[in-house]
């Protein structure tokens, strides 16, 4: 069993950055696959970004360019850099992961609790 918890997030305003972390515990290894998701309140959770053990990576149209998912696999950390944040990017944060390539897809069987990320104008 695999338990994930979040932390990084808080309140920032436009323009501003936020790096969020995620520690993985609970079993020997990291599941392969690690996402990031969001949900803002009334709307469907939506994939961010995503990175395997070997590091290759997937993001969301939405955050192309202003977000940067890592990986360490010593640590059993997954990270999101975020810079030039907007009022959109406002949401609960999740990561998840699972041995199964879901990508963007929010199939994945384990998943943190979520940190907050609010972003004013």
């Known amino acids: 069993q695999v338990q994930l918890v979040e932390s990084g997030g808080g309140s920032v305003q436009a323009g501003g950055s936020l790096r969020l972390s995620c520690v993985a515990s609970g079993s020997t290894y990291f599941p392969y696959y690690r996402a990031w998701f969001r949900q803002a309140p009334g709307k469907e959770r939506e994939g961010v970004a995503t990175i395997d053990g070997g590091g290759w990576t997937t993001y969301a149209d939405s955050v192309k360019g202003r977000f940067t998912v890592s990986n360490d696999n010593a640590k059993s950390t997954l990270y999101l850099q975020m810079s030039s944040l907007k009022p959109e990017d406002t949401a609960m944060y999740y990561c998840?992961?699972?041995?199964?390539?879901?990508?963007?897809?929010?199939?994945?069987?384990?998943w943190g609790q979520g940190t907050q990320v609010t972003v004013s104008s």
């Open positions: 998840a992961t699972d041995n199964t390539r879901w990508l963007l897809e929010p199939g994945y069987n384990y």
